[in-house]
C-alpha cells in the first residue's frame, strides 16, 4: 500500500469531501494517480488556519495513524502563487500562508475518499519513496520520477 503523511486536518477535510485538491510543492508519481493511497494523519496538527480536530479515535499519544485513503488524478501544475491563491476553495490553504510563496507547487485532484473504519496504529515501518509518500508493504512498485 502506498500511504501520504498528511496533516490531520487536511486529511479530516478530504475524507469530508470539502478539500477536492491535495496541494503540494512536488509533483505526485504516475505509478501514484489512480492508486488507492492511505492517509496518515500524524497527531499533532500544525497548519494554521486549518480546522481543529484530527479524526475520531486520533489522540496525542499517536504518532500518526492510518485515518483513510484517497484517489488522486492526474496532477496539474500552477502557474504561480496568484494561480494557487485563487484556488484556495479547493484546496483550503488560505491564501496568506507563506507555503504558496517561492515555490513550485501542484494541484492533486480528489478523485475518491473513505474513512478508515477506526484510526489504525502500530503500522508497520514504511519505506519513503518521496518527500511524505511511503510504500508500507513489499507489494509497492512504484518508480519515482
Known sequence: MLALIINGN????????????????????ACAVGAKVGLLAPATPGT???????????????????????????PFQYEGPDAAAADRPRHAVPADSPFLKGRELWGWPVLAA???????????????LLRSLWAMDESVVCCVE
Open 48 to 74: 494554521p488556519g486549518a480546522p481543529p480536530a484530527l479524526p475520531p479515535g486520533l489522540g496525542p499519544a499517536t504518532p500518526a495513524a492510518l485515518v483513510g485513503w484517497a484517489v488522486f488524478g492526474e
Open 114 to 128: 473513505g474513512r478508515a473504519h477506526a484510526p489504525t496504529t502500530g503500522l508497520p515501518r514504511g519505506v519513503r
Open 10 to 29: 487536511w486529511a479530516a477535510q478530504v475524507l469530508a469531501g470539502t478539500k477536492t485538491v491535495e496541494l503540494r510543492a512536488w509533483k505526485l508519481p
